[in-house]
C-alpha cells in the first residue's frame, strides 16, 4: 500500500507540474520513477486498488502529463 500511496503522490505532483508550463520539466525524473515504481516493485494486481486495466490508464496520464519533444527516448521505452 506505501508503493501505491507513493505513486499516487507522485502523479498528483506530475498533474500540478503539467498546469504550469515553466514546471512541466520536472515530470521527466518523476515519469522515470513513476515507471519504475510500476515496473519493478508493485505487483501485478492489488485487490481493490491495482489490476493490470488500471496500470494502462496511469501509464496514460503520466504520458500525457510529460513533454514528449523532451523526453522521446522515454516514450519509446
Same mark, same amino acid.
Given at each position: 500500500?506505501?508503493?501505491? =500511496? @507513493?505513486? %499516487? %503522490?507522485?502523479?498528483? @505532483?506530475?498533474?500540478? *507540474?503539467?498546469?504550469?508550463?515553466?514546471?512541466?520539466?520536472? *515530470?521527466? !525524473?518523476? %515519469?522515470? /520513477?513513476?515507471?519504475?515504481?510500476? /515496473? =519493478?516493485?508493485? !505487483?501485478?494486481?492489488?485487490? %481493490?486498488?491495482?489490476t493490470p486495466y488500471t496500470r494502462i490508464v496511469l501509464l496514460n496520464k503520466m504520458m500525457s502529463c510529460? !513533454?514528449?519533444?523532451?523526453?522521446?527516448?522515454?516514450?519509446? /521505452?
Open positions: 500500500m506505501d508503493r501505491i =500511496d @507513493e505513486l %499516487g %503522490g507522485i502523479f498528483t @505532483e506530475m498533474v500540478e *507540474n503539467d498546469g504550469t508550463f515553466a514546471a512541466q520539466w520536472k *515530470n521527466i !525524473p518523476l %515519469g522515470h /520513477k513513476a515507471f519504475a515504481l510500476m /515496473k =519493478d516493485e508493485l !505487483p501485478l494486481r492489488v485487490e %481493490g486498488e491495482l510529460m !513533454p514528449e519533444r523532451d523526453c522521446a527516448r522515454f516514450f519509446l /521505452k
